[in-house]
């Protein structure tokens, strides 16, 4: 039986969250610029510390912070440009579809319930910041036992508090990631295609065709610093690693990578650094060893092994802090338990080292978001 908790985590100015149980859940609370993480399943067990290298200590990063107003997982979390949070969507404790919505405000560290979107949706809906400040909500489902996807998109307004429907993608898709490109259109990763969105025209158009063979099972869509856009995951049931480029000026997907060994099975998290290189950290499935951790050089186009973390960091949060250096958090263990264990990396050094107190709850499947206490 599926049980779920709504303690929120404030880790530095990162916003951290829980649900409790082996169920995934998303952010959920904020802070000011230190690291907080919110949503995610939780469980009985512990992060590990293993991993190569001696262990530093950062002193009483993480501490509670308000509850969500509602228990959810597998919601999304968008930092607006207010500093507050948007929490849309995921499953509630009766694992039904939400479609209620949150705001988190750091400067209080409390959430209150805003407007709701016009439909319920989970596993899969994407949450985008615009340049005028709305949100897109794109694709997920409304069907918790079924996953049937959704081909509706609706924009969230920070104005007035209310979602309003805008154009539909062309087909409903299982939606694995999302991110806005340099121009201020939004690419939107899905199984079969890829689409962009226009805020201009409010509608979706197809992005091209996949290098690889569809479906595909994309687990991290990340916009370089060149405009390109990285996305890395598997193909053919997932028994072959996926990783392209997307080229927003030419509208052409290709191959690079290959990553390293089997870490594209992972379930791995992908922060830009502020090198221009992305940090890959994941573990295979339910192992509950020290998670793999690889580098992407865009320049390059390969990925290099850089060894181990020191925690198991499956189905973990990650979120690169003011100074560059990257907090992963939790993960899940084999079991289906949460973890309690972070890992900080330093691009400068190259290592990882323990973030010293765990967080106060074990929890996987969570995001993380960097925000600012000077919410308005």
């Given at each position: 039986?599926?049980?779920?908790?709504?303690?929120?985590?404030?880790?530095?100015?990162?916003?951290?969250?829980?649900?409790?149980?082996?169920?995934?859940?998303?952010?959920?609370?904020?802070?000011s610029t230190t690291p907080v993480g919110t949503g995610g399943?939780?469980?009985?067990?512990?992060?590990?510390?293993?991993?190569?290298?001696?262990?530093?200590?950062?002193?009483?990063?993480?501490?509670?912070?308000?509850?969500?107003?509602?228990?959810?997982?597998?919601?999304?979390?968008?930092?607006?440009?207010?500093?507050?949070?948007?929490?849309?969507?995921?499953?509630?404790?009766?694992?039904?579809?939400?479609?209620?919505?949150?705001?988190?405000?750091?400067?209080?560290?409390?959430?209150?319930?805003?407007?709701?979107?016009?439909?319920?949706?989970?596993?899969?809906?994407?949450?985008?910041?615009?340049?005028?400040?709305?949100?897109?909500?794109?694709?997920?489902?409304?069907?918790?036992?079924?996953?049937?996807?959704?081909?509706?998109?609706?924009?969230?307004?920070?104005?007035?508090?209310?979602?309003?429907?805008?154009?539909?993608?062309?087909?409903?898709?299982r939606t694995d990631g999302a991110t806005s490109l340099q121009?201020?259109?939004?690419?939107?990763?899905?199984?079969?295609?890829?689409?962009?969105?226009?805020?201009?025209?409010?509608?979706?158009?197809?992005?091209?065709?996949?290098?690889?063979?569809?479906?595909?099972?994309?687990?991290?869509?990340?916009?370089?610093?060149?405009?390109?856009?990285?996305?890395?995951?598997?193909?053919?049931?997932?028994?072959?690693?996926?990783?392209?480029?997307?080229?927003?000026?030419?509208?052409?997907?290709?191959?690079?990578?290959?990553?390293?060994?089997?870490?594209?099975?992972?379930?791995?998290?992908?922060?830009?650094?502020?090198?221009?290189?992305?940090?890959?950290?994941?573990?295979d499935e339910n192992d509950g060893s020290s998670a793999d951790?690889?580098?992407?050089?865009?320049?390059?186009?390969?990925?290099?092994?850089?060894?181990?973390?020191?925690?198991?960091?499956?189905?973990?949060?990650?979120?690169?802090?003011?100074?560059?250096?990257?907090?992963?958090?939790?993960?899940?263990?084999?079991?289906?338990?949460?973890?309690?264990?972070?890992?900080?990396?330093?691009?400068?050094?190259?290592?990882?080292?323990?973030?010293?107190?765990?967080?106060?709850?074990?929890?996987?499947?969570?995001?993380?978001?960097?925000?600012?206490?000077?919410?308005?």
């Amino acid at each position: 039986m599926r049980t779920f908790s709504m303690s929120l985590l404030l880790c530095a100015g990162l916003l951290i969250g829980a649900c409790g149980g082996s169920s995934p859940s998303l952010p959920a609370s904020a802070g000011s610029t230190t690291p907080v993480g919110t949503g995610g399943g939780t469980g009985t067990g512990t992060g590990g510390s293993e991993g190569g290298g001696t262990a530093t200590s950062m002193k009483g990063p993480f501490a509670p912070t308000g509850n969500l107003t509602a228990a959810r997982a597998n919601h999304t979390a968008t930092l607006l440009p207010s500093g507050k949070v948007l929490i849309t969507g995921g499953d509630g404790d009766s694992s039904q579809p939400l479609a209620s919505a949150e705001l988190y405000d750091p400067s209080t560290r409390m959430f209150t319930t805003t407007g709701s979107m016009t439909t319920a949706r989970t596993w899969g809906h994407t949450a985008t910041l615009l340049a005028n400040g709305t949100v897109l909500i794109a694709g997920g489902s409304d069907k918790r036992d079924t996953y049937e996807p959704l081909a509706s998109a609706e924009l969230y307004d920070p104005s007035t508090g209310k979602f309003t429907l805008t154009g539909s993608m062309t087909t409903a898709q299982r939606t694995d990631g999302a991110t806005s490109l340099q121009d201020g259109r939004v690419f939107v990763a899905g199984e079969n295609y890829a689409a962009i969105y226009d805020p201009a025209s409010g509608t979706f158009a197809p992005a091209g065709a996949y290098a690889d063979a569809t479906p595909v099972l994309w687990v991290t869509v990340n916009l370089l610093a060149d405009g390109r856009v990285l996305l890395t995951g598997c193909a053919a049931q997932c028994m072959a690693g996926a990783t392209e480029l997307f080229d927003p000026r030419s509208g052409t997907f290709s191959r690079t990578g290959p990553m390293t060994g089997y870490t594209w099975g992972n379930e791995n998290t992908a922060t830009l650094l502020t090198d221009g290189r992305v940090l890959f950290v994941g573990n295979d499935e339910n192992d509950g060893s020290s998670a793999d951790a690889e580098i992407y050089d865009p320049a390059a186009g390969t990925f290099t092994s850089i060894g181990k973390a020191r925690a198991p960091h499956e189905f973990a949060a990650a979120v690169r802090l003011a100074d560059g250096t990257v907090l992963i958090t939790g993960g899940q263990l084999p079991g289906g338990n949460g973890s309690a264990g972070s890992d900080l990396y330093s691009p400068a050094t190259g290592t990882f080292t323990s973030a010293a107190d765990n967080m106060t709850t074990a929890r996987h499947s969570a995001s993380a978001s960097l925000a600012r206490s000077n919410a308005k």
